[in-house]
């Protein structure tokens, strides 16, 4: 008999796994990280009254006990910031996990048939991953020159094939523009149309840097999308606002939906010291993530502006970004550019599928100069 392991690894892995890996950035380290749609660093832009506040919440924390099974101060202080119900939560680690416990839900297959996930594409790659890991088929649709939803192709796979799920994220990553909000309308109104009807995530991980005088949505967010659409759930996460070690992001949703959710959940997922900074950051803190979002909001005008006077001698394709970070088009392989700011010890994010473009996300102005430096120097 040969190695029990490989025969039980061979006959049991679903086949789908073949095609992951697991999830590793780059390692090394850089002085000017600029890769991962991370904040700027929160601590040292608290006063001291705010940074008190946040270690006592840290201190408070008794590490020997479970933390609050359904995060109570946390689920409160969410439910009231947004304006809905306790029981239309679930809070997770992270919306990497939301996105596994919804995927873990809807996992039924129809017909004798995988269940499908309907994404957009490019898109945020744990769609993809956690679909396939969970045996769905994933139908990818690209989007349109203008990086917008290609909405009668939507409509078109929708009604072919019949997806569980479909996630939208608006401003999308890694193309940082919000999709039009009729689009992402016609859709909704599509999914509920299906027999049986799709969820339709809106995954708005990166609302807090598109609201302002110029958003396209003047306002209006997924919560909007909701009503009179039970098929509509909300996604966000504290990860890009200076939050992203505590791992938390929730789904809004209505109370049928969570239900079954909560089934799917582990029960100690959320750490009491994520749940405790949370909630600070909710309360007390609120103000300091306030000014961060701002600063970063400026500091992507600044950048762009300086990418955009950069155009003038070879053309860069700066767009709109309405996240924290841009989706630059160099129009020409970005393969010894990446290598070129690596070597000045910046690092950003490239994608095999896209060879002429880099996601750069927004840093501190001293970060952002140390690219543009940089990258100036490796585009001459
Ligand atoms: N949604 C989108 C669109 C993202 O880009 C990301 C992070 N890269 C996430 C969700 C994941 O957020 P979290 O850190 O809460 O898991």
């Known amino acids: 008999m040969s190695d029990p392991l490989a025969r039980a690894l061979a006959a049991r892995v679903p086949a789908s796994f073949s095609e992951l890996h697991p999830y590793v950035p780059d390692l090394a380290s850089f002085p000017v990280r600029l890769d991962a749609n991370e904040a700027p660093a929160l601590l040292p832009t608290l006063r001291d009254d705010e940074r ?55 996992a039924r297959p129809a017909n004798g048939r995988a269940p499908v996930v309907l ?55 890694p193309t940082s523009g919000v999709f039009a909000r009729d689009r992402v309308e016609a859709i909704i109104e599509e ?21 302002g005088p110029q958003d396209p949505w003047q306002g209006a967010t997924g919560l909007d999308l909701r009503a009179g659409n039970p098929h509509v759930v909300v996604m966000r996460t504290l990860s890009k606002i200076g939050l992203a070690a505590l791992r938390v992001g929730w789904l809004v949703g209505d109370p049928r939906l969570i239900g079954e959710l909560e089934k799917a959940r582990l029960p100690y997922d959320l750490p009491a010291y994520s749940q405790a900074a949370a909630v600070v950051a909710l309360g007390p803190l609120a103000g300091a993530i306030e000014r961060h979002v701002a600063t970063i909001v400026e500091e992507r005008a600044r950048l762009v502006a300086a990418l955009r006077a950069m155009s003038a001698a070879a053309p860069l394709d700066v767009g709109r970004p309405d996240g924290n970070f841009v989706w630059l088009g160099l ?16 690092l950003v994010r490239s994608f095999a599928a896209f060879p002429t473009r880099l996601r750069v996300s927004v840093g501190t102005g001293a970060e952002c100069a140390r690219f543009l430096e940089a990258f100036a120097e490796v585009r001459a």
């Open 52 to 106: 008190a506040v946040w270690l006592a919440a840290l201190g408070a924390v008794e590490p020997a006990r479970y933390p609050d099974v359904r995060a109570r101060a946390l689920r409160h202080a969410l439910a009231t910031r947004l304006g809905v119900g306790d029981d239309e939560l679930t809070i997770g680690c992270g919306s990497d996990e939301i996105i596994q416990i919804l995927l873990a839900t809807f």
């Open 119 to 173: 994404v957009p594409s490019p898109s945020f790659v744990m769609y993809r991953v956690s679909a396939r890991v969970h045996g769905y088929d994933v139908v990818d649709v690209p989007l349109d020159s203008a990086w917008d939803l290609d909405l009668d192709a939507m409509l078109a796979a929708l009604r072919e094939h019949r997806p569980a799920v479909v996630f939208l994220a608006t401003p999308n990553n």
């Open 191 to 211: 999914a509920a149309r299906l027999e049986p009807p799709a969820i339709v995530v809106v995954d708005e991980a990166y609302l807090p840097f598109r609201l």
């Open 331 to 346: 129009g020409r392989d970005s393969a010894p550019v990446v290598r070129g700011l690596k070597e000045r010890g910046v």
